[in-house]
């Protein structure tokens, strides 16, 4: 079964930092682009970053450009996002993706990253 | 960037019925290789969004074929044909047609 796992949300201050992590399975990692798509609470959509099968090319929002840095390893099968100077803004669920006839195909479970003082 | 508009953004439906979304698009999504990347998705209460229909018409493996897209250019319409008490979602569009994706606002189909 084709599945993708995230990890690593949790409670940040303002300013603090978090790394997220998507375990991916039951597919050939290293053959598709991946992204980061985050909701607000109760709140649609909103694609963050890309980065390409090989990891040469990354694309990152306006809204998160130079505060978060999206990562594979594709020996581990696993899809990360380092989100720095977080904001009460950046609260939100963060889903994993997998890019499939260039949309989103595949999706994660997510997981809630809440930023509060 | 392309802005994607859905209405309604809340759909009240009857069991048995059928139900339309229309999702319009600020740019035509026309790509340069001919084909319109114009997805839905249907993300269910507690749940993570599921694509169901993809290049606006070609329908995901397991979805029903109660769920039909159309459109072209700006123009797009989610249809459900004889609505289930498992539909009720919030329906999203989606463009990938150019850089960056974006989604629009989401329709909440209710019974």
């Known amino acids: 079964e084709e599945q993708m796992v995230e990890s690593g949300g949790g409670l940040v201050k303002p300013g603090g930092s978090l790394r997220l992590s998507c375990a991916a399975s039951?597919?050939?990692?290293?053959?598709?682009?991946m992204n980061w798509v985050r909701q607000s609470p109760g709140e649609g959509l909103e694609w963050i970053a890309s980065i390409s099968s090989a990891g040469g090319s990354i694309y990152y929002a306006d809204s998160v450009k130079g505060r978060f840095t999206i990562s594979r390893d594709n020996a581990n099968a696993s899809l990360y996002l380092l989100m720095n100077s977080l904001r009460v803004e950046d609260t939100a669920v963060f889903y994993c993706?997998?890019?499939?006839?260039?949309?989103?195909?595949?999706w994660g479970q997510g997981t809630l990253v809440t930023v509060s003082s | 960037d392309i802005v994607m508009t859905q209405s309604p953004l809340s759909l009240p439906v009857t069991l048995g019925q059928s139900a339309s979304i229309s999702c319009r698009s600020s740019q035509s999504l026309l790509y340069s290789d001919g084909d319109t990347f114009l997805s839905w998705y249907q993300q269910r209460p507690g749940q993570s969004p599921r694509r169901l229909i993809y290049k606006v018409s070609n329908r995901d493996s397991g979805v029903p074929d109660r769920f039909s897209g159309s459109g072209s250019g700006t123009d797009f319409t989610l249809k459900i044909s004889r609505v289930e008490a498992d539909d009720v979602a919030v329906y999203y569009c989606?463009?990938?047609?150019?850089?960056?994706?974006?989604f629009g606002q989401g329709t909440k189909l209710e019974i």
């Open positions: 989606m463009q990938a047609t150019q850089w960056p994706p974006s």
């Open positions: 993706a997998r890019t499939r006839h260039k949309d989103f195909d595949l």
């Open positions: 039951g597919f050939t990692f290293n053959a598709y682009n």
